[in-house]
């Protein structure tokens, strides 16, 4: 068990190391920090009680995360300029985001549950995620939001019963398709949209959205998180 310090566990230079199987808790700030060059595995853990559970910096592809819990953390999960793999985890009921990902940040998220946080998913600033085969993605108040340029792919994910919005698009365009996007969920025509299957949808902004896929295009003129800034109709 490892508890109530500033840091849990620091991550530097060209380490790689195996961190498995504890209780990382009530740190101030970060549970597990992982800066420029060092490439630890994470397995069956269980972070939480933190500030942020899991910080990447600078962080490769090759780096796994997996079967943890990553839970009741402001942050679950925050990288910025990372690209790791983080797959088959528990990521859940933290008060912001599950996932956070900022400046061309191009991460693997797949087979997660990633359950009752604020945002589910939050890519900003020209990241670029791959989102893919993850069986939950639910009762969030936002799965899946992209924001200023973020790209990338989201294929095949479970999305549903999200409070407001399943996935929000904004100045971005990710390719989105074969998705089980339902319940309370609406998708914003920015983005390229195939083969989901969309049953109902939720809250947008004043402005009004519009979905096309095929010849359905369904419209919402409701209030909407601020947050999330105006999005605008091509």
């Known amino acids: ?88 985890n528990t990521i859940a009921n933290n008060s912001e985001y599950g996932v956070w990902l900022n400046r061309s940040s191009a991460p693997l998220i797949k087979e997660n549950d990633i359950i009752e946080n604020y945002a589910g998913i939050w890519a900003d600033d020209g990241s670029t995620p791959t989102i893919k085969d993850n069986d939950l993605l639910s009762f969030n108040r936002f799965g899946i939001v992209c924001m200023k340029n973020s ?12 409070i407001e919005v399943g996935v929000y698009i904004n100045g971005s365009s990710p390719n989105v398709r074969h998705n089980n996007i339902s319940a309370t969920t609406i998708v914003n025509s920015h983005g390229k949209i195939s083969d989901a299957t969309i049953m109902s949808y939720g809250l947008i902004d004043r402005t009004a959205i519009e979905i096309r896929r095929k010849s359905m295009i369904l419209m919402s003129s409701q209030e909407f998180d601020t947050r999330l800034g105006e999005p605008s109709i091509p």
């Open 151 to 162: 790209d990338g792919l989201i294929e095949w994910n479970n999305i549903t019963s999200n």
């Open 1 to 88: 068990t490892i508890l109530t310090n500033w840091y849990g566990i620091i991550c530097y230079g060209s380490s790689k190391p195996y961190i498995a199987n504890n209780n990382i808790s009530l740190d101030h700030w970060q549970g597990i920090i992982v800066l420029t060059g060092s490439v630890p595995t994470i397995y069956n853990n269980t972070i939480e009680n933190n500030t942020f559970g899991i910080d990447y910096y600078y962080s490769p592809l090759s780096l796994q995360t997996y079967d943890n819990i990553i839970s009741n953390n402001e942050y679950g999960v925050w990288m910025w300029y990372a690209a790791p793999t983080i797959h088959n």
